[in-house]
């Protein structure tokens, strides 16, 4: 069932998106902590047991972490589309405005 199409109210239209943007990170960060996870898992049961041999799930999780910090930011600090959105929005506003007046 898909209610996208239902929203016609440009605010609720955009909640939905920023719904649709926090839920796409949860997904995200479970599939990271999974992986992750098992990554490390492996790496702790394999190979021999001398504490010098290198972690290199460290790789993984620093890469993949960085880019679960821009779907962070994307998803929760940063929500609107972008500034392009916010600046047609702004114009539209204003010519609004003028006709008004």
């Given at each position: 069932m898909n209610?996208?199409?239902?929203i016609n109210d440009p605010q609720d239209r955009a909640l939905w998106e920023i719904a649709k943007r926090r839920a796409s990170f949860k997904r995200h960060l479970l599939t990271y902590v999974v992986v992750v996870g098992f990554l490390w898992a492996i790496w702790a049961l394999t190979g021999d047991r001398d504490d010098r041999r290198f972690p290199w799930p460290i790789w993984a999780t620093l890469g993949w972490g960085i880019g679960m910090i821009f779907h962070y930011l994307g998803a929760y600090v940063f929500p609107r589309e972008n500034s392009v959105?916010?600046?047609?929005?702004?114009?539209?506003?204003?010519?609004?405005d003028k006709k008004i007046i």
């Open positions: 209610n996208e199409n239902q959105e916010k600046e047609f929005e702004k114009l539209k506003q204003t010519k609004t």
